[in-house]
Structures are given as C-alpha cells and as structure tokens.
C-alpha cells in the first residue's frame, strides 16, 4: 500500500514528530508508515485521515492505483 | 534478564512508559539478587526440607515474574508499530532458543554431548538476550 503522509506532512509544514504527537504514536511509526514498510490498522488510518482533514482514500492507496495514477 | 533493560534503551518507547518499565526491572532485579543470595545459603549451610527447598525454589522465581509482568505493562504501553517491532523480535528469540534447545537436548540424547544441570534455567534468560538483539535488528529492517 502507497501514501501521501510524506507530500500531506510537507503542505502543512509538519516534521515527522509534528505528526507522531498529533497522532500519538511514536516518530519512528510515522516513519515506517510513511516509507511504506508498514501499513497502519484501520484505527490509526482513520486518526491519519482525520488530523489530515481528508477521507481515508485520498491518502492511502493500493499499489496498483498508485501505479496506474504515476 | 538483566537485558530487557538494553530492550528499553534501543527502544523508541514514550519517555514515561521507558522509565516505569526501568524502575520496575531496577525493582525487580534487586529482589532477585537478594532472594538468590537467601536462597543459596539457606541451600547449602542448612539442609532445609523438601517443602522448604520447594519454596526456596519458588521464591527464587517470584521476581523473574515481576520482570515478565514489567514487559507485559511495558509492551501495553507501546504503540501499533512498536508493538509489532517487540512481537516479530519475540517470536524470532523463542524460534531461535527453542530450537536450539532442542537440537542440544537431541545431541545429549544421541550424541553423548554433555548434559548440563540446571540448564532450563538458562532458557528465559537466552530469550532475553536474543530479543535484545532482535529487536535491534527488526527495527533496522523497518527504517
């Protein structure tokens, strides 16, 4: 699974640990999350979409999408 | 068990769950040493009874517990990611000492090789160490 944590993070000039506290978890999961080593659980993913203001799909994608839309 | 407390340096645990889990390893390390210290001269200068022996041995396990139950309180401190981290590094160290445990126990069986008393005490610890290591190395392969 793709994500756009990393170009979402950098519009609103947040730091990786911005994003950690907003979200309560650790920088180093923000990291993992954001490099696409690991996908988040359905929770979290939803916390994402809310500190982003946006739904769960325009910030999470499949593989395939991500390739069909680059 | 000693090495759980390196887990918690190489760890990126919230800064308070870190310190409980130091503090409650610090606690429970100290009642280790003192009850195995009790524990081994009552053993060998006083002869003491099978039930006493029992619970000398028991009573030589209780800290051990506390030790797992500080884990227990400090993995339910970590977030979804970290958790993962510490449960693919546990279940690497079980894998890697069960089964080097049993190949040495089948070289003891077939082989002649030399069998070690007391050696199911050296299991938790092994464990300890090797997820030390493991978590370590599963965290790399995550950056």
Request: hydrophobic share 50%; glycine share 6%; proline share 4%.
């Amino acid at each position: 699974m793709r994500n756009r944590l990393k170009v979402l993070r950098a519009e609103r000039d947040w730091s990786q640990a911005d994003l950690a506290e907003r979200l309560d978890v650790s920088r180093q999961s923000v990291n993992a999350i954001e490099t696409g080593k690991y996908d988040p659980s359905l929770p979290l993913a939803f916390k994402i979409a809310e500190v982003f203001g946006l739904p769960i799909e325009q910030i999470f994608l499949k593989q395939e999408a991500a390739q069909a839309a680059e | 068990m000693g090495v759980m407390s390196d887990i918690c340096e190489t760890s990126t645990a919230p800064r308070q769950v870190a310190r409980r889990y130091r503090r409650d390893l610090i606690i429970a390390s100290l009642l280790y040493v003192g009850i195995i210290f009790v524990s081994v001269y009552v053993a060998r200068h006083f002869a003491p009874p099978r039930w006493a022996s029992i619970a000398l041995a028991l009573a030589s396990a209780a800290p051990v517990f506390l030790m797992l139950r500080a884990y227990g309180r400090f993995f339910g401190g970590l977030d979804e990611f970290q958790r993962r981290v510490q449960t693919e590094a546990l279940a690497a160290a079980v894998g890697i000492v069960g089964f080097a445990a049993l190949t040495y126990g089948f070289l003891e069986s077939f082989a002649g090789f030399p069998v070690f008393e007391g050696a199911l005490i050296w299991v938790l610890p092994a464990i300890a160490v090797v997820h030390g290591v493991a978590v370590a190395v599963v965290r790399r392969r995550y950056q």
